[in-house]
Each structure stands twice: as structure tokens, then as C-alpha cells.
T-cell receptor, first 112, second 111 residues
């Protein structure tokens, strides 16, 4: 079945460490996105990529980095520069403009 | 700045009653409005959407209405069932096929 897979589901990180969240899709979607979800807030865009080898900063890109070396994959690295990294992270993909997203099941990151 | 306001933040209804969630947007260029349902611990799932050239769209028990002049759109769920309990998000398209998202409505259907 086609879909978008995020791993791991839960992730714990010590302060000062970088951590990478995986996102893989087999929907043949060109565009992929990373959002952060915090309680009581709407989804906030971290980074997005509309095509392989190209990506742009979203609204809250500071402290995060991404790569898009393959169409299927869009990993997100949460660096030690991110001040409040504890959150639920959602990856999404879309076929083209004016279509909704397909979301992954999310990764809950906790800084300990 | 541009955003989407969503109300109410929580909503409880008796099973079989209707539920209505309202969103207001500010970006006059928005022309596509999806609604997502998010169950606990899962990612949001697209349940219905509407484009700016129509005023209403219905899919079984779910309907969405759009008032472009007033810049608001609403989700209507009729004959609610316990499995409708979830968090619902509205969204309005912005440039680059990105979206402004509402802050979510936690719907509880009481059996």
C-alpha cells in the first residue's frame, strides 16, 4: 500500500545532541514537508521541498536542517541549536498544488 | 500576519447530534480549504476539502461550506458517532502549496 512512513515513533534525546527523524514516502509525490505540532497550536511549517535536491525554510526553520537527495526521502535533523525541541513532528507529502497533504503518523521527540 | 482562526477549541455532543466547527481566514488569495481529522497519537487525515469556486460540498455525514466574502468556512458532521471523536483541523492554502492551519477542535461524542 502507498503511504508515508515516519520513524521512530518515539525518540528521546539528551540536551546538546543532534537527532535525525526519518520520513519516507512511496506515493510518488514531488513535494514533502515537515511540520511541528505543539499543544494548543496549529501546525507550524519547518521546511519544505518541492523537488529533489531543493528545499526551502518554512516559518520556524531555526535549529533544524533537512536534505532531499531522493524523491522518496526527506529526513529532518533537530540540532542542538533548537531551543525547545520537545514536540510532535509530522512529515507530509503532496502530489501537486491545490491538493491536500498525506501525513505520516508522526514522531514524538522528547529532550531529557 | 496571515492565519486561520478556528472555533471552538473543544466541543462535546451527544451521539446522533450534529457538530459544527468554524474557521476564519485572512489571506484573500486562499483558494483551497481542506479539513483534517487527527486521532490520538496519529497523523492528520484529510477528510474533506473545498475549493473557492463552490460554496458547499458534502460526503455522506460530513459537509463543508465556504463563504468567500466573509472569509469563513465550516465543517458540519451530522448523526455523530463515537468514532467521530478526534481533533479536527481546518486549513487554508497559502503560496507554494503550503497551508495556514487552525489550532484544532477536540470533538468528543458522548454515547
Amino acid at each position: 500500500d502507498g503511504g508515508i512512513t515516519q520513524s521512530p515513533k518515539y525518540l528521546f534525546r539528551k540536551e546538546g545532541q543532534n537527532v535525525t527523524l526519518s520520513c519516507e514516502q512511496n506515493l510518488n509525490h514531488d513535494a514533502m514537508y515537515w511540520y511541528r505540532q505543539d499543544p494548543g497550536q496549529g501546525l507550524r511549517l519547518i521546511y519544505y521541498s518541492q523537488i529533489v535536491n531543493d528545499f526551502q525554510k518554512g516559518d520556524i526553520a531555526e535549529g533544524y536542517s533537512v536534505s532531499r537527495e531522493k524523491k522518496e526521502s526527506f529526513p529532518l535533523t533537530v540540532t542542538s541549536a533548537q531551543k525547545n525541541p520537545t514536540a510532535f513532528y509530522l512529515c507530509a507529502s503532496s502530489f501537486e498544488a491545490n491538493y491536500g497533504y498525506t501525513f505520516g503518523s508522526g514522531t514524538r521527540l522528547t529532550v531529557v | 500576519g496571515e492565519n486561520v482562526e478556528q472555533h471552538p477549541s473543544t466541543l462535546s455532543v451527544q451521539e446522533g447530534d450534529s457538530a459544527v466547527i468554524k474557521c476564519t481566514y485572512s489571506d484573500s488569495a486562499s483558494n483551497y480549504f481542506p479539513w483534517y481529522k487527527q486521532e490520538l497519537g496519529k497523523g492528520p487525515q484529510l477528510i474533506i476539502d473545498i475549493r473557492s469556486n463552490v460554496g458547499e460540498k458534502k460526503d455522506q455525514r460530513i459537509a463543508v461550506t465556504l463563504n468567500k466574502t466573509a472569509k469563513h468556512f465550516s465543517l458540519h458532521i451530522t448523526e455523530t458517532q463515537p468514532e467521530d471523536s478526534a481533533v479536527y483541523f481546518c486549513a487554508a492554502k497559502r503560496a507554494g502549496n503550503q497551508f495556514y492551519f487552525g489550532t484544532g477542535t477536540s470533538l468528543t461524542v458522548i454515547p
